[in-house]
């Protein structure tokens, strides 16, 4: 009988202890929970922001609450702003009023245009296209937001409005509440009044396409391709039209657009019974054939519910190769960046492989054996964006490099802003070969790495002399004086630019590029090519003032530019920002900076004067390793300091948190690296310059199998410092951490503290690298 008591006793025990780690399990959230899709959505509340912004689109993050599948063809977007016009993001926190889902192909986070795009709108009642007019009153109170879900509450027509998607495909979700006539607006959103739309109702179908054009190089030229879709509803149609501007033809079944900027798409209508409609949306760059052909192979006769809980777990796999263990509003942030660094670049390619030629659109090209992105925003996201690619996602990412080299061959030259699937010369800079050496320092090899070099070598060996072609963006731009000078001199204007001098600029990320192209050069055999884009990567000397220790404007003869101010929030000669942040875009050599600087206490004084003195601004790419710098001078506790403070006072998880445009992930690529206590100042080079992590614990999955684990022992708010560190059990004194390391496996653990160990990683031998160390 004491038996039987002891027994019910212990499996009452184990039964309660079963019960308790069963809610702990259920309490647990996956990484997709704590996306808050919005941040960034509303202007930036940070200090540095609202210092150091000019335009009024700095201010923004102009991000989207995106909806689809990680590097989506096609995301899904409440709509609050109708035009596809340049600096303009389709929905924004602020506006009151919804005026339907957009498939958008917005590039996350910039300053450039939408194109190609769809909007659809449920209504009821009265019959309203123009989107102004037929938007409704919403709250953000009854917004659902997810990487996998968007909901809202449209007031003033009683309508629930629900959408999820994948890569190419979608599905909508009307709930039609009240009693009136029930309408949805299709409208594909051409500014110049060049889109098309055709109704079937027999068939319960809508197609159609919007015209792509160009902005920078080609700026208002047809593209090449359009937007295509095809929408299909589950109820029978009762009534259809179209529309132009205010003139609605019912029963008209097609419509094109005569290109008079006016606004025109068709409607559809389901009775006055309150009803539940459905819509299943292909997406395609190449036909409308190939957009029916995404819709059957890729969504198919899947349910809404399915569809959510493929584009969850697709997230969830995506976002859950970093694990971290901490405070919740801490994952909420990471997670939330993690999302926005994987919105770009963006699948271009159909379900069958096919996608439109670079630069031209025609003839259509078909991927074999690869995915073919495009939207690369390259300026911003070689600094960090793609590396994080590259580390988490090795596969996916070589299949970008194998995209950039497909554009090369379509093309004949390299593109350097690869953007809508054309050339353009936005930005400054040639950082494709940055991300191209990067994936091969890194081990990814599945893309052509030969021919990727032979084009890579010929933006850096040569000056395209073709006026024409170098018009469309084909070549480095100022190529032949910085060949003849070593640097781009203040005369060389480039008028076939967006951004038209930035000369000190230029010479700095060429010096760069070219450091990044020799170690593919070397790797592949290329050994007198490697020596002499070495010596190349040493031009950053030349615009380097070793009198002043800044980077500053200089003339074909030599001589320095005499009005000179390094705070200047704008130079001529730079791009975005003040010479005084330019200075430290060096990190292929950051030893050789210091040494023209006068050494490490004078390369320390003067990274002391920009942050304490307020010329940071994070908020802009260019500075975004800068914080980095101090570990390679001797004093890494000065990175620990700043980066945290950085991270907590120019990113929130707030509406406004983002202290600048997101810019393709980069902003956030920052933000993900850093709170893993770690950065890629480098990219080219194997190593991650350490910071100050802000989990108590990260799990990396690095593939195969193989698992990193950063542990940050007492780490908090305030204490921020590293005391010590062990690697795999044994002293680690290094302020960087290796590709192979964490590929390959292992343990780093952390003790942090609240003041600094002025002594852990001084010794010169534990800095990163530098070129001419």
Known sequence: MCTSIIDKSVFRLLSFTFMLLSGVAAAQKTPVEYVETRIGTAPSTTESAKQHSEAGSELKGQTIPAVGAPHAMTQWTPQTRSTE??????????????????????????????????????????????????????????????????????????????????????????????????????????????GYVEVFPERGEVVGYNPVHRIYQGSGQHAGF????????????????????????????????????????????????????????????????????????????????????????????ALG?????????????????????KLSPRLFS?????????????????????????????????????????????????????????????G???????????????????????????????????????????????????????????EEGKGRRGMESYLKYGYVPLEDSVWQ??????????????????????????GLGHTEDARILQQHAMNYKNVIDPVTGYARGRYADGSWIKSFDPFAKRSPFITEGSPAQYTWFVPQDVAGLSRIMGGNKAFINKLDTLFEQGHYWHGNEPNHQIAYLYAYAGEPWKTQKWVRKIIYEEYDTGMGGLSGNEDGGQMSAWLAFSMMGMYPVAPGTPEYVLGSPVFKEIKLQTGKGKQFVIEAKNVS?????????????????????????????????????????????????????????
């Not at 159909?350 to 090209?365: E, I, M, N, R, V």
Request: proline share 4%; net charge neutral; aromatic share 14%.
């Open 412 to 470: 004949g030259w390299m593109p350097i802003f690869p953007c809508w699937n054309q050339y353009t010369a936005a930005m400054v800079g040639d950082h494709s070969a940055s991300v191209i050496a990067d994936a091969y320092a890194k081990g990814i090899r599945n893309f052509d790495l030969n021919s990727a070099y032979t084009y890579l070598r010929k933006n850096a060996f040569e000056a395209n002399s073709n006026p024409k072609s170098y």
């Open 85 to 194: 016009t340049k600096c303009i993001a389709p929905y924004y926190f602020n506006d009151s009023k919804f005026q339907g889902f957009r498939g958008t192909h917005w590039l996350n986070g910039s300053c450039v245009q939408d194109y190609g795009t769809l909007t659809v709108m449920p209504l009821s009642g009265e019959l309203k296209v123009n989107p102004e007019l037929r938007a409704s009153t919403f709250s953000h109170e009854k917004e659902k937001t997810s990487p996998d879900y968007y909901g809202v509450y449209l007031e003033d027509y009683k309508i629930n409005a629900e959408v999820t998607a994948l890569s190419r495909t979608a599905m909508m979700r009307f709930r039609f509440e009240g009693g009136e006539d029930n309408f949805i607006v299709i409208e594909p959103n051409s500014d110049e009044g060049e």
């Open 350 to 410: 159909d379900f069958d492989g096919k996608y439109p030629s670079f630069a031209g659109g025609t003839p259509l090209q078909k991927a074999d054996g690869f995915d073919y992105y495009c939207d690369y925003s390259m300026w911003d996201t070689f600094r960090a964006a793609m590396p994080l690619h590259h580390l988490l996602e090795p596969k996916h990412s070589g299949d970008m490099m194998q995209s950039l080299v497909k554009k090369a061959e379509q």
């Open 321 to 341: 190769a970093v694990q971290v263990t901490g405070a919740d509003k801490d994952k909420v942030l990471f997670y939330s960046a993690l999302y926005r660094t």
């Open 226 to 317: 359009s937007g295509y879709f095809v929408l299909k509803f589950d109820k029978k149609i009762t009534q259809f039209g179209v529309w132009n501007a205010d003139t609605i033809v019912p029963f008209a079944r097609e419509i094109t657009g005569k290109g008079n900027r006016e606004k025109l798409g068709a409607y559809i209508g389901f009775g006055v019974a309150g009803q539940v409609v459905q819509v299943r949306i292909g997406t395609s760059f190449t036909s409308i054939e190939g957009a029916r052909l995404n819709l059957e192979k890729e969504l198919g006769t899947k349910s809404f519910e399915t569809v959510q809980k493929d584009t969850r777990k697709s997230w969830n796999e």
């Open 497 to 522: 630019a967006f951004h038209k001098r930035e000369q000190v600029s230029r010479t700095l990320e060429y010096a760069y590029d070219d450091f990044a192209l020799s170690v593919l050069a070397k």
């Open 717 to 773: 708010d305030k204490a921020p410092y590293v005391q010590s560190a062990t690697l795999n059990g044994k002293p680690f004194t290094r302020t960087y951490l290796s590709h192979q390391e964490l590929t390959q496996g292992g343990k780093l653990v952390l003790e942090m503290g609240s003041e600094p160990n002025k002594k852990w990683g001084a010794d010169p031998k534990d800095a990163p690298a530098s070129l001419s160390k």
